[in-house]
């Protein structure tokens, strides 16, 4: 089933994914909802409900007869959360990408202990990446769990699809997804994963398939130095 934008007041799925290609570094950076976010939201809905009811009233005449006639209750509308949940499940995939983009790049932490960095370069891998620079760096912060800093100088265009976070192991055989790329900031580490285990860093370009396995198109990689 198809959930591109049909005619309507609610945003599709396009429209959706075109929104989250045009939040930045710096958007993420804000530490509260811009002013009126959620005002807006109410309103939307608010406004959204009006519509509703008057298309509700202007109909229910007719629509009272067909009921009458089938059995059923005259002026019967839908339930108010019938209404309203698509525009409520858009406006929240858009607070929870804001607040992610928030909690991603809070890397500003001084009491994070570094463990080791390298530069990712584009050696040997898509030329997509050829121009794309980054430093990736493993700290330890203060409640002992594990983070990568990474500091992007430049990252390749990734089209229809998203730059995505990885810590591979020496044998590539096997890895872990940190998440798509934001840019500049702190992307935390599984708990239970050994980063000696894993030392590789690497940032690929992903498809918007819902396929969770690598894509095999890496942009920059680069091997921890852990004795740094």
Do not use: C
């Not at 570094?25 to 530490?31: C, H, K, S, T």
């Not at 959620?38 to 939307?44: C, D, S, V, Y």
């Not at 990474?150 to 940190?178: C, H, K, N, R």
């Amino acid at each position: 089933m198809s959930h591109e934008h049909t005619d309507g007041p609610f945003p599709g799925e396009a429209e959706m994914k075109a929104l989250a290609r045009t939040l930045t570094v710096a958007d993420g950076r804000l530490e509260t909802p811009p002013p009126g976010l959620f005002a807006g939201i109410e309103a939307r809905v608010a406004a959204e409900e009006r519509r509703q009811a008057a298309r509700d009233t202007m109909g229910g005449e007719q629509a009272a007869g067909r009921e009458q006639a089938a059995g059923g209750p005259a002026g019967a509308t839908r339930p108010r959360w019938m209404r309203v949940a698509p525009f409520l499940a858009a406006a929240a995939a858009v607070a929870v990408l804001f607040v992610g983009m928030v909690a991603v790049n809070r890397s500003d932490d001084s009491s994070a202990a570094a463990l080791g960095e390298v530069a990712l370069t584009n050696a040997g891998l898509d030329p997509a990446g050829a121009d794309s620079s980054a430093v990736a760096t493993l700290v330890e912060l203060a409640d002992g769990s594990l983070a990568l800093d990474i500091d992007v100088g430049s990252t390749p265009p990734a089209g229809d699809g998203f730059l995505e976070l990885w810590i591979i192991d020496t044998q590539v055989q096997g890895m872990y997804s940190l998440g798509p790329l934001h840019g500049t900031g702190r992307y935390p580490l599984p708990a239970h994963v050994d980063p000696s285990q894993f030392p590789v860093v690497d940032i690929s370009v992903e498809p918007t398939d819902g396929e969770p396995t690598h894509s095999g198109v890496s942009v920059l990689r680069g091997l921890l130095d852990l004795d740094a």
